[in-house]
């Protein structure tokens, strides 16, 4: 019984970590294929209070007005992407959790790039900067300078 105990506990701690879905009973479309493209939509949409969570997964009444109206228009027949266009239409880009590639969204989607780019360039920069030169590259002391060391070194001590 003692080793039944922890793993119960574990599986209890697995289930309650799966992500909890907002979706209401009442949302649900009957048809499953319909339901599927909803949930997959509503995945890619950003709930408008919460703003880092997908309408999906937001409790917030606008984000259940968006599941609402997404399953709305997919049963009025709409594609998938006449209705993320309808909504992007309406609510503007920031509806998207992932922004679509455009000339507006450039800096957007090239800033990691640049970034990451010129990390790169500074590192290296910085390597050859502290790159110390080998002891057999320095040319050997001339006379002169083997008499000028020595007269020094005998001056401090």
């Known amino acids: ?9 574990l599986m209890m701690a697995l289930t ?4 909890a879905r907002a979706v209401l ?6 048809d499953p294929a319909l339901e599927q493209r909803a949930r997959t939509l509503s995945q890619d949409l950003r709930c408008l209070v919460c703003q880092n969570q997908s309408i999906d997964d937001s409790d917030a009444p606008l984000a259940r007005d968006l599941r609402v109206l997404v399953r709305e228009r997919l049963k009025a027949g709409d594609s998938d992407s006449q209705v993320m266009d309808f909504l992007v239409a309406r609510y503007g880009e920031f509806v998207l959790l992932r922004p679509r590639f455009a000339w507006h969204t450039l800096v957007l989607w090239g800033a990691p790039i640049l970034f ?4 790169g360039i500074y590192l290296l920069l910085a390597v050859r900067r502290r790159r110390v030169t080998p002891a057999s590259a320095v040319a050997p002391l001339s006379e002169e300078e083997k008499a000028r060391l020595a007269a020094a070194l005998k001056a401090e001590g």
């Open 1 to 9: 019984m003692r080793r039944i105990a922890p793993l119960a506990a």
């Open 16 to 19: 309650l970590a799966a992500p």
């Open 25 to 30: 009973p009442g949302e649900r479309l009957a």
């Open 116 to 119: 990451l780019a010129g990390g």
